[in-house]
């Protein structure tokens, strides 16, 4: 249904403004999609694939559709972690504890997914706020830090 949703309510209006625009579905049901969207142009499917970070790094912004799978939430951390800006929904983001640094990434509609793909894709700031936002999110989030958050609090 995810997938739908960018594939018949996303895609169609990126075109308008993105004539070279390439959507990858990536995962491990990717097989099951290749049939139903063949003949979609500038689709591509990828099923799993051997290191997904080397791929997700490759990319301008990665889109998680607005459901909340374990596919989709491990996908926040691993963008995060190779500096890709990822969009998502609010759930997601609220379910990998992250909605506090990418608030300007959330879209819940169509109309939101269609603005903030185009602003990654015509907007520098978006990149390095991105960068410096994840940086910051590591950092806070990191193991070391959050053992240091314990301790404070049980001393």
Excluded: W
Excluded at 116 to 131: G, P, R, S, V
Excluded at 134 to 151: G, H, P, T, V
């Amino acid at each position: 249904k995810s997938i739908d949703f960018i594939v018949k309510d996303i895609l169609p209006k990126l075109y308008l403004k993105n004539k070279k625009i390439c959507f990858h579905i990536i995962g491990s049901n990717a097989d099951a999609m290749k049939k139903k969207y063949l003949d979609i142009p500038n689709i591509e499917i990828i099923s799993n694939p051997e290191n997904m970070l080397e791929i997700l790094s490759c990319y301008r912004a990665c889109v998680v559709p607005q459901t909340i799978e374990f596919g989709c939430i491990s996908k926040i951390p691993e963008c995060i972690s190779v500096n890709t800006p990822i969009i998502t929904s609010k759930v997601n983001f609220e379910g990998a504890e992250a909605e506090e640094y990418f608030k300007y990434l959330i879209a819940d509609t169509a109309v939101e997914f269609i603005d903030k793909i185009n602003d990654l894709l015509h907007k520098k700031e978006y990149f390095y706020n991105f960068k410096n936002d994840a940086e910051n999110y590591r950092i806070n989030n990191s193991k070391s830090f959050l053992e240091q958050k314990l301790l404070n609090i049980f001393s």
